[in-house]
């Protein structure tokens, strides 16, 4: 009996220990988070590195067309016989011109202005007689520069008052535009070479401007001429076309 008591008293105790366990809640071992790094503040972005530069071509229009302004004048005392003289001077200006290959659409008789001489401050004994006076600009479109010498021959034959012409040309908008282009390409090469000579490749154009920005203060006078395109006839209208480009560097 003695022998066998510890033995019994040993089970005993297993078996409450292990029934306590089960009935025991059952541990949970939660992680601890590690503190969140703090973000080290970031200063103001670096700017890209920049070369600013101007491009200037010179362009030249040339002349394709003369407008011609003739002034006719007929002069008389009755109102209807000086229109019609008007209308005669007229027609046979515009017959002479469709003679030369000049087109009706080119030829723009304008409105007849009829004046009474008799009127306060006219009273010359000449207005009296002849008092009324008809006036009408007709005006021309010469395309054809070749044969400017011979309208100007046939308005010579004219009962012509007053003359007039000017050259222009139809090409205006077309040449002012390539010359614009073409002072953005010149300021592209200009800055590649620029760039090539601080060791640095270029990048893409971040401004470009048809006129000087405010904060350059650049005199127009200072900018110097990079392209000048050939003139073609004495007549030709000088254009200048500036812009200003600011590039990337890599």
Not at 123 to 143: G, H, N, S, Y
């Amino acid at each position: 009996m003695h022998r066998c008591a510890p033995v019994i008293l040993t089970l005993l105790l297993v078996a409450a220990f292990a029934s306590a366990a089960e009935q025991a809640p059952e541990l949970v071992v939660q992680k601890v988070p590690q503190p969140l790094l703090q973000q080290v503040p970031q200063g103001p972005p670096v700017p890209p590195r920049t070369i600013t530069v101007t491009g200037r071509a010179v362009g030249y229009i040339p002349a394709d067309t003369v407008i011609w302004a003739i002034t006719l004048e007929s002069m008389g005392k009755d109102v209807s016989d000086v229109k019609q003289a008007s209308d005669r001077l007229v027609k046979t200006l515009a017959d002479a011109c469709m003679r030369l290959g000049i087109q009706p659409a080119d030829i723009d008789t304008g409105l007849i202005r009829m004046e009474d001489a008799r009127i306060v401050g006219r009273t010359a004994p000449e207005d009296l007689k002849k008092p009324f006076t008809a006036t009408r600009t007709v005006t021309i479109r010469q395309t054809d520069l070749g044969g400017f010498n011979d309208v100007l021959e046939m308005l010579s034959t004219q009962a012509i008052k007053r003359m007039r012409y000017v050259f222009v040309s139809s090409q205006r908008e077309t040449v002012v535009r390539e010359t614009i282009v073409e002072a953005a390409r010149v300021a592209t090469d200009k800055a590649a070479a620029m760039a090539a000579v601080a060791g640095a490749a270029l990048g893409k154009p971040l401004l470009i401007n048809e006129y000087a920005p405010p904060h350059l203060k650049i005199p127009e006078g200072a900018v110097p001429v990079d392209k000048d395109s050939p003139a073609f006839g004495a007549d030709a209208e000088k254009i200048i076309a500036t812009v200003y480009v600011t590039f990337e560097l890599e």
